[in-house]
């Protein structure tokens, strides 16, 4: 019933804040999109594009919209997929999704090395988090300073998953530490600049 609500009070708005690009661990403004090619088990081929299509409020709350094409039939379920994302003053990433009653804390961009938090996630469960500060390879560059989100939910068997972002590019990695595969990105354009790996 929730979800309903939520997506009954979307509207759409024109006060969307001025785009960063510098340091910023994730760059959200409309038109900015990432590509995604998959890793590990997955083989390399493209798997998604993920792009910021507007600036909404649900519930009172301003949100950027997201929407994932799935390229590749690897994935199972939607070809598409909204996904919502605000970040508060503290720098508190929350991610809603369709079908879901909650928010997740998912990143907390001025977070430090061995930061650690929990939420509350399905079920009744509660999700951890743990950030790590690391450099990752991507194709055959290196990112220095980015931030690995490491998602837990103890309960549950082969879940494990960690979410990279970079400064002034956003999302980077996201790879599944129990099945050993997931997707890296592979381009972008953040704030019209265009970046290969």
Known sequence: MFG???MMAACECNDEPTPELSSDYLPLSIGNYWEFKGSGFVGDELVEHREVVDYVT???MKYYLLVSTHL????SGSQKDSTYYRIDANGFVYVYRKGFEFEENRYRLDGKDGDSWSYDYVDQYVADMTLAEVSRKIGNIYVDHCKDYSFN???FADE???YTLAPGVGFLREFSDAWGGGQELKSAKINGQEIEF
């Open 4 to 6: 309903v609500l939520v």
């Open 58 to 60: 649900l519930n009172n």
């Open 72 to 75: 590749s039939p690897v994935w």
């Open 153 to 155: 939910v103890e309960p």
């Open 160 to 162: 494990e998953y960690t």
